[in-house]
């Protein structure tokens, strides 16, 4: 499976600026549209795996694990949908 998100490009002085909407924090730049997509896509990686350690950490024992009406809830992580 494979996920698409968008790629937005910008023309700084002789940079290109390029982030992606959807992933808050993804950016890239370069001096040419080939090489903005690359750092984009770098940065894209790295805040994926970070999301993914963070995910797998897993809560702190002391979490609060009940919902908003005092509830309890379970997260389910699906780690087929990572990259390897």
């Keep these: 499976m494979s996920n698409t998100d968008t790629a937005i490009f910008e023309r700084d002085g002789d940079w290109i600026i390029a982030y992606c909407p959807e992933i808050p924090g993804a950016?890239?730049?370069g001096r040419t549209q080939a090489e903005a997509r690359n750092s984009l896509a770098a940065a894209i990686a790295l805040?994926?795996?970070?999301?993914?350690?963070?995910?797998?950490?897993?809560?702190?024992?002391?979490?609060?694990?009940r919902g908003t009406r005092g509830e309890q809830v379970k997260c389910i992580l699906r780690t087929d949908r990572w990259p390897s």
Excluded: F, V, Y
């Design 47 to 65: 805040i994926l795996e970070d999301r993914r350690k963070d995910a797998l950490r897993g809560l702190p024992d002391s979490a609060d694990e």
């Design 27 to 29: 950016n890239g730049q």
